[in-house]
């Protein structure tokens, strides 16, 4: 397991913008989803990816209590490859809990001041003990929400609105198929709205998705792809069977007895 954070210190010039403090994630594996505009970071989102085995997780929107030069909210972004299934578990639940978040944040304040973070950012310390005081605080559980166990794992893909209890129950399934080494996607979305925004998003996924929308009109259980029944063809303009007019049908029957006495008389 590798864990790295993202944040950024006091002043307003650029080397103090986000960025990792010490050493970077080789993958950066969430930018299909950011590029896609599937998600955004900058809001408190839940991002999981289990691929080859091995699960993947970013949880961001962990507030700060500091705050830059201009008085703006500072936030985290945690990112964890190799997770086991235990610390997924509590990683996701936290990441769920908005009361959650803000232990896991203070905590990260803890680990990592204001001053340390400055001088991390602008290259006058190295960052080098950043990953070992993560695992030390992941091994805690001082921060974490347990999640709630006993929820299936559900077939294909699916969303849900971020606040129906079914659904983050199913998300928690998921993200434990995901750690024991299912491949595919698990989300929180503030940028998809609709049912057919995560029609379309899960379409464009590689393996299946599980998707909690925060906003919208996403109404309970949906599930998506291959499963969902294909709607009925609209019927092509012109493609009724026009009714044959009353005395055109007439004229044929006259017609044809005409033929049939003339044959009789013959």
Not at 88 to 112: I, M, N, S, V, Y
Not at 165 to 182: C, M, S, T, Y
Not at 195 to 208: C, I
Not at 234 to 260: D, E, F, K, N
């Amino acid at each position: 397991m590798r864990a790295y954070l993202m944040t950024r210190g006091f002043p307003r010039q650029a080397v103090y913008d986000y960025n990792f403090l010490g050493e970077s994630p080789p993958d950066r594996w969430w930018r299909p989803f950011v590029d896609r505009r599937l998600v955004d970071v900058e809001e408190p989102i839940v991002l999981a990816r289990g691929a080859d085995g091995s699960l993947s997780m970013l949880l961001s929107g962990l507030p700060s209590a500091r705050r830059d030069v201009v008085d703006t909210p500072i936030r985290h972004t945690l990112v964890v490859d190799g997770l086991g299934t235990e610390l997924a578990g509590r990683l996701a639940a936290t990441g769920l809990d908005p009361d959650g978040r803000h232990r896991l944040g203070k905590e990260l304040d803890k680990l990592f001041p204001g001053d340390m973070v400055d001088a991390v950012l602008s290259g006058a310390e190295d960052g080098a003990g950043v990953g070992e005081s993560l695992d030390g605080l992941l091994a805690s559980r001082d921060w974490a929400t347990e999640p709630a166990g006993g929820a299936a794992d559900l077939k294909g893909s699916w969303a849900a609105p971020l606040g129906d209890r079914d659904g983050q129950a199913a998300f928690l399934a998921r993200i434990a198929a995901l750690a024991g080494g299912r491949n595919g996607d698990a989300f929180v979305t503030h940028s998809l709205t609709s049912a057919a925004g995560v029609e379309r998003a899960a379409a464009g996924l590689p393996g299946d998705c599980a998707i909690l929308v925060a906003d919208g009109n996403v109404r309970g259980m949906v599930m998506l792809g291959k499963g969902r029944a294909a709607p009925a063809a609209p019927t092509r303009p012109g493609a009724r069977m026009r009714p044959v007019p009353l005395t055109t049908g007439l004229s044929a029957v006259v017609l044809i007895a005409v033929i049939v006495l003339t044959i009789l008389l013959l």
